[in-house]
């Protein structure tokens, strides 16, 4: 329609969007620190590649586990609450209603106003109108267990590959200085897109993730060195 401002706003993206940033940041975080903690106890360059790629497929495989069974669980909760809410509209419709013109008039509408919206609503979509307005259930923001598993492992998959790339070509004596700089590096650019898709601050989102990964790499890179071992 000419003349109507149309606003695009970002909200429909949240739940494959949090899952492939969430898979992305972990398969770095976990999978450089892994790979940095068996560099410096000694192992060889043959065993932290071996320990790093049975990393990547472990742990795509558990962010698809944990995501399906996570988002399949709200999935579920979702379809209870969207269960009682048929029973009640069926049961109770002028209680139903009542309420629906309840939360209209919380939100600012005077009563009279409230009570032709929420009549106009329950004629168009009843259900629909409750679950958006009593539940803060909608159709874009339903849980999608398959979408988020996939998006999770494969974003897990995908990045778990930058630390076994950058240790083949990474000469030995500087192999946890290339790993880190390269994971880190990834993780500010991962942050500053997670942030720009979002449209979120984007230096906030850098800042986190970065911290984060400079953190758990340091740690483990400790603990490998008091643990140090001669592997071949």
Known sequence: MRGVHVERHRGGRAAWLRAAVLGADDAIVSTTSLMIGMAAGGASNTTVFLAGAAGVVAGALSMAAGEYVSVSSQRDVEEAEIAIEQRELATQPIGELNELIAIYQRRGLDASLARRVAEQLSAHDQLGAHLRDELGISPDSRAQPFQAAAASAGSFALFGMLPLASLAVAPVSMRIAVMAAASLVSLGLLGGLGARLGGAPIAP???????????????????????????S
């Open 205 to 231: 989102a850098v800042f986190r993730v970065a911290i984060g990964g400079a953190l758990a790499m340091g740690i483990t890179a400790l603990v490998g060195k008091l643990f140090e071992v001669s592997l």
